[in-house]
C-alpha cells in the first residue's frame, strides 16, 4: 500500500487485517481456563470479612490487566469485550451470570450465610469464565467473517 492510500486502499487493507485476526488466531484453550481464575477470586474473595473481600477484587481486578498485557504481548492485539456488535452480548450474559455468584458471596459474609457458597460459587464463576471466553471468541470471529464478507 503507499503512503497516502485512497479509501479504498486503507478499507481493503482494514478488511483484510480484521479477518485474518479471525482466521490466523489459533490458540490453546489454557488461555481460558487461566484467564477464569482472576473472576474466580474476585467471586470466591467476596465470602470473606473485610478487608480481604476488597483485596479479592484489587488482586482480581490486577490478574484481569495482567491477562490483557500476557495477551497482548503474546498475540499482538486485545479487544475490549464490549466493543464488537456482537460479541458484547457474549460480555454482558458473562456479567449478567457472575454478579449473582458475588452477590451471594456477599450475602454469606454479611448476613451468616453457608460458609461453602463462596468456594462453590468461585468453582462455578471459573467455569463460566472458561466457556465464556471461547463462546466469546467464537463470536467475535464471526463478527469478523461476515464483516470481511
Given at each position: 500500500?503507499?503512503?497516502n492510500p485512497t479509501?479504498e486502499?486503507?478499507?481493503?487493507?482494514?478488511?483484510?487485517?480484521?479477518?485474518e485476526?479471525g482466521?490466523?488466531?489459533?490458540?490453546h484453550?489454557m488461555?481460558?481456563?487461566?484467564?477464569?481464575i482472576?473472576?474466580?477470586?474476585?467471586?470466591?474473595g467476596?465470602?470473606l470479612?473485610?478487608?480481604?473481600s476488597t483485596?479479592?477484587?484489587v488482586?482480581?481486578l490486577?490478574?484481569?490487566?495482567?491477562s490483557m498485557?500476557?495477551?497482548?504481548a503474546r498475540?499482538?492485539w486485545?479487544?475490549?469485550?464490549?466493543?464488537p456488535?456482537?460479541?458484547?452480548w457474549v460480555?454482558?450474559?458473562l456479567?449478567?451470570?457472575?454478579?449473582?455468584l458475588?452477590?451471594a458471596?456477599?450475602w454469606?459474609?454479611l448476613?451468616?450465610?453457608?460458609?461453602?457458597?463462596?468456594?462453590?460459587?468461585?468453582?462455578?464463576?471459573?467455569?463460566?469464565?472458561?466457556?465464556g471466553?471461547?463462546?466469546?471468541m467464537?463470536?467475535?470471529?464471526?463478527?469478523l467473517?461476515?464483516?470481511?464478507?
Amino acid at each position: 500500500m503507499t503512503e497516502n492510500p485512497t479509501p479504498e486502499e486503507a478499507l481493503a487493507a482494514i478488511k483484510a487485517a480484521r479477518g485474518e485476526v479471525g482466521r490466523s488466531l489459533d490458540y490453546h484453550p489454557m488461555w481460558d481456563v487461566v484467564g477464569g481464575i482472576p473472576i474466580a477470586i474476585m467471586v470466591g474473595g467476596q465470602g470473606l470479612p473485610p478487608p480481604w473481600s476488597t483485596l479479592t477484587v484489587v488482586f482480581g481486578l490486577l490478574g484481569v490487566v495482567w491477562s490483557m498485557n500476557a495477551w497482548k504481548a503474546r498475540f499482538g492485539w486485545w479487544v475490549n469485550g464490549y466493543s464488537p456488535r456482537k460479541a458484547r452480548w457474549v460480555s454482558f450474559a458473562l456479567v449478567a451470570l457472575i454478579m449473582p455468584l458475588m452477590l451471594a458471596g456477599l450475602w454469606t459474609s454479611l448476613w451468616d450465610g453457608p460458609r461453602w457458597l463462596p468456594l462453590v460459587n468461585a468453582v462455578i464463576a471459573w467455569i463460566i469464565m472458561a466457556i465464556g471466553s471461547r463462546v466469546w471468541m467464537k463470536v467475535y470471529r464471526r463478527e469478523l467473517a461476515e464483516a470481511d464478507a
